[in-house]
């Protein structure tokens, strides 16, 4: 059974940064495609982050440059450092993995950006 465990979230004020930790279980998460999600209030969960079971990393335009990925094998994580942050960036976080063709999601750490 896999699951996965958001933590990090909190309050922060513009320009301050938060790591976020995704921690799975029942699976090998390093030979996963790996990503982040985030879900503003009123609006559609968009597409932040992704790391492939390569370790080819992508990014949204919005966070490009400020978010990075990593991960730690030994662990079993993956983190989302985010710098520089913006109000804008106010959202619910959601890790992800695709594991034998199917989506697995964590149920998600609220990130507050205030101005």
């Known amino acids: 059974q896999v699951q996965l465990v958001e933590s990090g979230g909190g309050l922060v004020q513009a320009g301050g940064s938060l790591r976020l930790s995704c921690a799975a279980s029942?699976?090998?998460?390093?030979?996963?495609?790996r990503r982040w999600y985030r879900q503003a209030p009123g609006k559609q969960r968009e597409f932040v982050a992704i790391?492939?079971?390569?370790?080819?990393?992508t990014y949204a335009d919005s966070v490009k440059g400020r978010f990075t990925i990593s991960t730690d094998n030994a662990e079993n994580k993956m983190y989302l450092q985010m710098n520089s942050l913006k109000p804008e960036d106010t959202a619910v976080y959601y890790c992800?993995?695709?594991?034998?063709?199917?989506?697995?999601w964590g149920q998600g750490t609220q990130v507050t950006v205030s101005s």
């Open positions: 790391i492939t079971n390569s370790g080819y990393e």
């Open positions: 029942g699976t090998i998460f390093s030979n996963k495609v």
């Open positions: 992800g993995a695709l594991v034998n063709s199917q989506s697995y």
